[in-house]
């Protein structure tokens, strides 16, 4: 009998909440915003988010809440150590507090893995195993799923491929390593790459669409400016794109993976960024040209986060 | 019920096949050494094996026959694409072959599967999961057992620990790749950062060690070196564990193991190897140092791939 569960996903961004209505199939019904408040302590926060959920809830036979957060989330126990877009939030209860306002199951999770299992269910990597998931926004997360579910770890803390090192004695990150992937293809990089190569003045094209605002300068003007013919921006994507083949070799020599599905506002920029990773991948992966994995741009836009938060709160951590 | 079946395990090494009797539970019955017969056709080759294995097997209840060996191994399929132990073997359909000489099941594996699987079940790893098994030898191999199965990924080519890179501009490796691994800790790495250290004349430990062969410096001889005192020995296992330790911090922050066992030749210089290694993975993993997996030292000996091997043929790939 086909699985006919309804659970209210959530995605907590830096700047909005996304929640949706999700069916266990991976559907997503309904998708509503709310703002985030980070500035208010982290139990009136939570009361906020559960309000916004009972809202949506109303008259759907809903089963449980999925909650992917960014940061340090410890699935098992539901607690959000950290997370850069609540800045006030340490070690938050979040799945207990949220269940006592809700009266429902809540899982929490981080978004990287919410976004990977939403997409192996459902979006690019449907009916493959095992599926390697990256998002490449400012941070650069990922998550391994195998057969459906995640692969984790001991802890749930796998699957950090942003912080995989490729160049040992590269620059300090911020995660207490060096030379990590995000440090080359996170949107800081990306922008800094830009602004090393071409300046910042008038009649350059990133310049001129971030009308001088050198703040408005983000992967998707700098994508908008390479399609407009600025050598400077193509050559950002193309060099992001190869150290990114780096990273996914390394991966694709330590799990093997069928697919590897690319999201987040960096891989907006589609081929002109997948292109010299698949060279890249295809050059240095021990695995011949014909076995390395996909790789594919994510399918289910930015409803992902909260498909697979809400899959992980119908199918728990072994679904 | 207890499983009581017992297998015959196999490690085809470069010079020497190891076979023991092994019960379901990972003790090791007998354990005999034949040599190598390389350089026959593979099909010969694969009837002495085969040979020796009847005569071992005499007089036991064996059920199954696993065979570990090195190189590019399809274990779904049992075929040996390619291994260094085995330069006439292309393609070589060891299962199906061994199988027909024996009447018996036969399942073939790479050699640091059967390495890690052994010492996941029966070695340092025993309770523990995921568990990372790390060869250090002339080639650096790898694998990850989760829950007490083989976690090879698509085509069972994970774990390839040795051919991560860790400097993406470095050397080429063999593999196609740039930096791995293997190129920093692998044997003929040491003996090489040892002849460019220290040079190779009379009065240094080493050389007096090797009796002034060059070909006899291996890394045995160098931690001999180095526990008499030899100061360049002592800094190739240094800086070797320090390498070693980026990739193993890479290999948490992806897998988050609960433990990575480390065994093949390299690793008998014990802590003067891993100390550094572990507090590289301490000071570099996105986990604080009290979550970071133990590095312990191999604990099943020379027997560990005859062990894999056959605890691989009773217990099958979902084992």
Same mark, same amino acid.
């Given at each position: =009998? ?55 809830a109303q008259g759907h036979d809903v089963q449980a809440v999925g909650i992917g957060c960014a940061g340090l ?73 195998e057969a459906g579910r995640l692969r984790g770890g001991r802890h749930g803390f796998g699957g950090e491929i ?5 160049? =040992? ?102 081929? =002109? ?12 992966? =021990? ?33």
């Open positions: =009998m086909a699985d006919e569960r309804l659970a209210v996903g959530v995605d907590i961004g830096g700047t909005l909440i996304k929640l949706g209505i999700v069916h266990a199939s991976g559907a997503l019904r309904v998708l509503t915003e709310t703002s985030t408040s980070i500035d208010r302590p982290q139990e009136a926060a939570v009361a906020e988010i559960a309000r916004a959920v009972a809202r949506l989330v410890d699935a098992v126990h539901g607690i959000v150590h950290l997370s850069p877009n609540l800045p006030r939030w340490h070690d938050a209860r979040l799945a207990e507090w949220a269940a006592r306002e809700l009266a429902l199951p809540v899982a929490v999770l981080n978004d990287a893995n919410a976004f990977t299992l939403a997409e192996a269910h459902a979006g690019a990597g449907r009916g493959c195993s095992p599926v390697v998931g990256i998002t490449l926004g400012t941070g650069v997360g990922g998550a391994i799923v942003g912080h995989v090192s490729i160049e =040992m004695d590269g620059p300090p990150c911020p995660c207490g390593n060096r030379g990590c992937l995000e440090l080359y293809v996170g949107r800081r990089a990306l922008v800094a790459a830009y602004l090393a190569h071409a300046g910042w003045s008038p009649g350059g094209s990133a310049y001129d669409l971030a009308r001088g605002d050198r703040a408005a300068l983000d992967p998707r003007l700098l994508y908008e400016a390479a399609n407009r013919g600025d050598p400077a921006a193509r050559e950002v994507f193309t060099r992001a794109g190869i150290v990114l083949g780096v990273a996914l070799a390394n991966v694709t020599n330590l799990i093997d993976p069928e697919v590897i599905v690319i999201g987040g506002g960096v891989a907006l920029a589609g081929d =002109m960024l997948l292109e010299p990773a698949r060279r890249t991948l295809a050059e240095r992966a =021990m695995l011949g040209a014909s076995r390395v994995p996909a790789v594919l741009p994510a399918a289910l836009g930015v409803g992902a986060g909260v498909i697979g938060a809400a899959l992980y709160a119908l199918r728990g951590p072994d679904g």
